[in-house]
C-alpha cells in the first residue's frame, strides 16, 4: 500500500499556517466531553497533557514511573534547539529546517520538519515563561552554545540538566492541571494493549505496577508519547524502564511501524566495564565543543594517555573533516571511533575506547571555565570510572542512544489507526534517518505544545463524545487477553530471568544490527532471535505473582516485546538495501567510508504492518518528496 | 581504567529490610553478595543478589531504579544508615562498589517517614512531593502566548541562583535523612526557583503559602536546623533555600 501522509499542498514555508487555518476546531463548550488518554509523561506527553487540560479536555496521564516527573527525558543533558538567531550568527527557520534534513539524510518528511523548525522558537519563549532557568549572559539575556550537525550557536541550556529542567517545566504546567482537575494522573501504571472499536483507538488496558490490577481506561482518542525502543540492544542510554512495549502493543493492533531500522548510536558514552552491566552513561556532545576526540597513532600502544607526544595522536575527526572537525554528526563520529578501534588502536579495557581530551581547552581558557561549563559531567565521569577527566583524557566509546524510527503518524501525529497519535520519539517523523543533536527535546516539546492541541481537532470533530465505555464488550477482551498473558509469563517457571534474555538479545541486536549492518550479519540475525524467542516461552523464570508488585513481571514482558521487535528491526535494515544517517550498510560506502544513500530506489518511508504471528510483516511504502530542497549526498568535511 | 582491580572480586554481606506491603511487618533479612568488583554500582550488585534470588526460587528485593545515572531521582535507599549511602553529590544508583571493601556488612533500608508509606521492601509512596508542587509549584504561564523569550533580562546571578535551587531531582533523601521527616529543602527548592526569577513574582504569596500548607497537609514536619537534609542531598541543594522558603512566607503575611 502506498501511503499518504495527507500533508498540506502548496509552498512548503507555507504549510503549517495554512494547515493551521485549515483545520477544523472543537467549540471551547464541547472541549470538556472528549476524553483524551495520554500514555507517558516525558516531554512530548507531559506537555501535551498539560496543553489539553488547558484547552479544556477531560485529560487522564498514565506513566510506569511513581512521579511524571521522572520520564526519561529528563537524563536529557545538553540542550534544546531554536531558530532564534539570537547570536546574529545567520540562523533563521529555513537553516533550522535545512540543517536538520540534511542531518536526517534526506528520511525525514519535509513538512513536518518545516513545521518543528517554525515552532522552535516558541518553545524557548514558553519554557521561560515558564520559569525554566536557562543559562545566561551577563548582561542577563539567553546564552547558546553549538552542537553537532550546526554551525550556528543555536542551542539553548540549563547547565547540563537542559532535559531536567524542561521536564520539570512541563511536569509543572501538568502538575497545575491536576490541580485543577482537568487532568487526572496514574502513575506506576503501564499500558498492556490498545482497545480499538469499530477500528479506532478508544481505550488502553493498564495495569496497576502496585496492586496488580489490570483494567481498561476507555477514552476518545489516545496519544502514545512512550519514547524509543534503544534497550533492544540491551545496554543502552536510556533508562531501564524504556521500552517498546506501548507502541508494540499498537502495532500488533494494527498500527504501522516505520521505519524501525533507524537507531542512534551516541558517540560520547562511557566505555561499558563488564557483562553484569545495566546501563551505558551517555556524556552530553556537548563536551565535544571544548573536548578533542584523538587515537593513538600506533597499533598496541602501550603509554598512558598524557605520555602520548602530539606527533602520535590522531585526532581523527578533526583530520577527516576539517570544517566540523569534533562535531561532526553523531552518526559519523559513531563510525570513527569503531573504525579506530577496529583497527586496533581503541583505548582502555578491550580496546574499546577513545580518547575526548580537554588538555588544550584548559590550558586555552582555565580549569574553572571547563568546570563551569561541563562540571557535573566530569563528576559523573569521575563516579563511574574513578577517574579525573581534568587530568587525564576521558574515555568514550559509541552506544545506543536514540530511535528515530516509530509508529507511522501523518502530519497530524495520528497513525494508520484513526483516533490514535503518536508524539516525540515514539513516532518517526522528523528526523530522518539521523537525528541532530539538541533536537530531541524540541521535537518532544513542540508536539506536545504546540502540535497537537490543533491536530487532535479535526479528528474529535468528526466523532461523537464517549463512543465506548469501559463495559464495551472490546474492553472486556482486552482485560482478558492481557490477564492471560501474565498468567501465561508466570506459568512457565523455567530457568532463565527475563534480564538473561535481555543480554542475549543484547548480543545480537548490538553485534549484528548496532552501528554497522550487512546482509550478512542480518540475516544471521533473524536466523538467532526466533530461538531465542522459543526458548523464551519454554524457559523463563519469573517469581512471585500476579496481584502485587512484581517487577519480574513487568521486565518479562518488556523483554519478549523486544524480542519480537528485534525481528521488525532486523527486516526493515535487511529491506533498506542502501545506506543512509545512522543506518549504515556496509556494502553501501564511498570509498572514504561514508554511507552511499541510493535514492532512486529507497527515498521512502518503509512502514511494516503486523499480519500475525509467525507471519511476515506486510511493507507499506510512503513516497519522500523535496521541494524546497534536493537532496545532495551529505558531506561534513 | 586501572585494570588491575576488575580481577579482584568482593563479598559483601547485605542486611535488607523486607516488607511485603504498607501494612504488613517488616523485617531485616540477610543475603550475601559474591563476585562484586569495584566497577559494578551498587544497584548493579543488587541486581546480582536478585538474579541468584530469583535462580534459587526466592523472592526477589524490590527497590526503585530507573535511568541510573542520577538524575531520575527514583533510587532511595538508606545506605548504612545514611540516605544515598553519604557519598557527596551521589545518588544510590551512582554508588560504586569501589567505595566498599571486601567482607563489609551493609545494612540497606527505604526512605522512612510518615509522609511516604512503604509499598514493598525498599520501594516507597512519594505522591506527597507530587502534591506539594501541584499546590503551587509552577507558573501559571498556559501555553502559547508567552512573549520572547529575551523579552525580560534576568541578571545572570538570579539565573544561577535559581538553577542551584531548581537542580534538585524529587527523590526525597532530604526527607528521609531529617529527624522530623520534613520537606522543607524539597519545599524550599521549588520556592526559591520561582522566588529568584520575574516569572515568579506573581503569584509569589499564593505559591509559598500554599505550598507549605499541602507540606504540613501531607505530614511531613518541620525544620529545626538540623541541616541533615543537606548533609544526604545527592544534588548539594543549599539550606539555605530553606531560609529563603521562610523569609517568602514571611513576606506572603504582610
Known amino acids: 500500500m502506498i501511503l499518504d501522509g495527507k500533508c498540506p499542498t502548496g509552498p512548503v514555508e507555507k504549510s ?16 470538556r466531553k472528549y476524553k483524551i488518554l495520554v500514555v507517558g509523561t516525558g516531554l512530548a506527553g507531559a506537555s501535551a497533557a498539560a496543553s489539553l487540560g488547558e484547552l479544556g479536555y477531560n485529560v487522564e496521564a498514565f506513566c510506569y514511573q511513581d512521579s511524571p516527573r521522572r520520564a526519561h527525558s529528563i537524563a536529557a543533558q545538553g540542550g534544546i534547539n531554536a531558530a532564534k ?4 550568527d545567520g540562523d533563521s527557520i529555513l537553516r533550522l529546517y535545512y540543517d536538520t534534513i540534511k542531518g536526517g539524510d534526506f528520511r525525514s518528511r519535509e513538512q513536518d520538519v518545516w513545521r518543528l523548525a517554525q515552532v522552535s522558537n516558541e518553545i524557548i519563549d514558553q519554557c521561560v515563561a515558564q520559569g525554566v532557568p536557562f543559562a545566561r549572559d ?3 539575556y539567553l546564552d547558546n552554545r553549538s552542537f553537532g550537525g550546526a554551525q550556528v550557536s543555536r542551542t539553548f541550556y540549563a547547565r547540563g540538566q537542559t532535559g531536567q529542567q524542561l521536564l520539570l ?12 482537575k482537568t487532568v487526572k494522573m496514574f502513575p506506576r501504571t503501564e499500558m498492556l494493549d490498545l482497545v480499538l472499536v469499530d477500528g479506532e483507538a478508544k481505550g488502553i488496558t493498564i495495569r496497576d505496577l502496585v496492586t496488580g490490577e489490570i483494567r481498561v481506561h476507555a477514552g476518545d482518542a489516545v496519544l502514545l508519547c512512550t519514547g524509543g525502543y534503544a534497550n533492544v540492544f540491551n545496554l543502552s542510554t536510556n533508562a531501564r524502564g524504556c521500552s517498546v512495549t506501548a507502541i508494540w502493543k499498537a502495532y500488533r493492533k494494527g498500527a504501522f511501524f516505520a521505519n524501525p531500522c533507524y537507531t542512534q548510536i551516541h558517540p560520547t558514552c562511557i566505555p561499558q566495564a563488564g557483562d553484569y552491566q545495566s546501563k551505558l552513561t551517555l556524556m552530553s556532545e556537548s563536551l565535544r565543543n571544548d573536548g578533542r576526540i584523538w587515537v593513538p597513532k600506533n597499533k598496541g600502544e602501550k603509554r598512558a594517555a598524557n605520555d602520548i607526544p602530539e606527533d602520535d595522536r590522531d585526532y581523527y575527526l578533526e583530520r577527516k573533516y576539517p570544517s566540523f572537525g569534533n562535531l561532526a554528526p553523531r552518526d559519523i563520529s559513531s563510525r570513527a571511533a569503531k573504525e579506530a578501534c577496529d583497527d586496533g588502536r581503541g583505548v582502555g579495557p578491550g580496546g574499546k575506547g577513545v580518547y575526548l581530551d580537554f588538555r588544550d ?20 565521569y569521575e563516579r563511574i570510572t574513578g577517574e579525573d577527566g581534568y587530568k587525564v583524557p576521558m574515555r568514550i566509546y559509541p552506544a545506543s542512544h536514540y530511535a528515530m524510527g516509530g509508529l507511522w503518524v501523518d502530519y497530524n501525529l495520528m497513525s494508520n489507526i484513526p483516533g490514535l497519535f503518536v508524539l516525540g520519539e515514539a513516532n518517526f517523523s522528523v528526523h530522518g534517518a539521523n537525528r541532530l543533536g539538541a533536537s530531541a527535546l524540541m521535537q518532544g516539546l513542540a508536539d506536545g505544545y504546540f502540535v497537537i492541541p490543533y491536530t487532535v481537532a479535526p479528528y474529535l470533530a468528526a466523532s461523537k463524545p464517549g463512543k465506548a465505555k469501559e463495559d464495551h464488550p472490546e474492553c472486556k477482551k482486552s482485560i482478558e487477553d492481557v490477564k492471560a498473558f501474565t498468567k501465561k509469563l508466570l506459568s512457565i517457571n523455567g530457568k532463565e530471568t ?5 543480554r542475549k538479545l543484547g548480543n545480537v541486536t548490538w553485534n549484528n544490527v548496532g552501528m554497522g549492518r550487512s546482509k550478512e550479519s542480518l540475516t544471521e540475525a533473524l536466523a538467532k532471535i526466533p530461538g531465542i524467542r522459543e526458548e523464551f516461552w519454554k524457559n523463563l523464570k519469573v517469581s512471585g505473582t500476579e496481584l502485587e508488585v512484581n517487577q519480574q513481571l513487568e521486565n518479562a514482558g518488556r523483554t519478549i516485546d523486544f524480542i519480537e521487535f528485534a525481528d521488525l528491526l532486523c527486516r526493515d535494515a535487511l529491506n533498506r538495501d542502501e545506506s543512509c544517517g545512522a543506518h549504515f550498510r556496509v556494502e553501501h560506502q564511498f570509498a572514504d567510508g561514508e554511507a552511499k544513500r541510493d535514492d532512486a530506489n529507497f527515498s521512502y518511508v518503509a512502514a511494516w504492518g503486523f499480519k500475525g504471528d509467525g507471519v511476515p510483516p506486510e511493507l507499506h511504502k510512503e513516497p519522500l518528496e523535496f521541494n524546497l530542497i534536493k537532496p545532495a549526498v551529505r558531506s561534513y568535511k | 581504567m586501572s585494570g588491575h582491580s576488575e580481577h579482584n572480586t568482593k563479598t559483601l554481606k547485605l542486611i535488607v529490610w523486607r516488607q511485603a506491603g504498607p501494612d504488613k511487618p517488616g523485617r531485616f533479612e540477610t543475603y550475601t553478595a559474591k563476585n562484586i568488583t569495584d566497577h559494578h554500582s551498587f544497584l548493579e550488585m543488587l541486581d546480582v543478589v536478585n538474579e541468584d534470588l530469583i535462580k534459587e526460587g526466592k523472592e526477589p528485593i524490590v527497590f526503585d531504579h530507573d535511568c541510573r545515572e542520577g538524575i531520575c531521582g527514583v533510587c532511595s535507599q538508606v545506605v548504612n544508615g545514611v540516605p544515598h549511602g553519604g557519598h557527596e553529590r551521589t545518588t544510590v544508583c551512582q554508588l560504586h562498589m ?10 540497606i ?14 520501594m516507597v509512596d512519594r505522591g506527597a512531593l507530587d502534591r506539594i508542587i501541584q499546590a503551587g509549584g509552577y507558573t501559571s504561564a498556559h501555553t502559547g502566548g508567552s512573549p520572547d523569550a529575551n523579552a525580560i533580562p534576568i541578571p545572570r546571578h538570579d539565573a544561577e541562583y535559581s538553577m542551584d535551587a531548581a537542580e534538585c531531582i524529587g527523590c526525597g533523601a532530604c526527607v528521609a535523612g531529617c529527624p522530623n521527616g520534613a520537606a522543607m529543602l524539597f519545599t524550599g527548592a521549588k520556592v526559591s526557583q520561582f522566588a529568584a526569577l520575574p516569572q515568579g513574582q506573581v503569584e509569589a504569596a499564593e505559591r509559598v503559602a500554599n505550598m507549605l500548607k499541602e507540606m504540613q497537609d501531607c505530614g511531613f514536619g518541620n525544620c529545626t536546623n538540623h541541616y541533615e537534609c543537606e548533609a544526604a542531598c545527592p544534588k548539594g541543594i543549599n539550606v539555605k533555600f530553606i531560609a529563603r522558603l521562610n523569609r517568602e512566607y514571611l513576606k506572603s503575611l504582610l
Not at chain 1, 85 to 88: D, F, Q, T
Open chain 2, 98 to 107: 569501589r567505595l566498599f571493601k571486601d567482607g563489609d556488612s551493609i545494612y
Open chain 1, 361 to 380: 581547552s584548559i590550558k586555552r581558557l582555565g580549569e574553572h571555565v571547563i568546570r563551569e561549563r561541563y562540571g557535573n559531567l566530569f563528576e559523573m
Open chain 1, 498 to 502: 527475563p534480564a538473561d534474555f535481555m
Open chain 2, 109 to 122: 533500608e527505604p526512605w522512612r517517614a510518615r509522609a511516604f508509606p512503604i509499598i514493598k521492601d525498599l
Open chain 1, 16 to 31: 503549517w499556517d495554512k494547515h493551521r487555518f485549515d483545520m477544523k476546531l472543537v467549540n471551547p463548550a464541547n472541549k
Open chain 1, 169 to 180: 517545566g512541563a511536569y509543572s504546567a501538568l502538575s497545575r492541571q491536576i490541580r485543577l
Open chain 1, 85 to 88: 538567531n539570537y547570536p546574529n
Open chain 1, 138 to 140: 551577563y548582561a542577563g
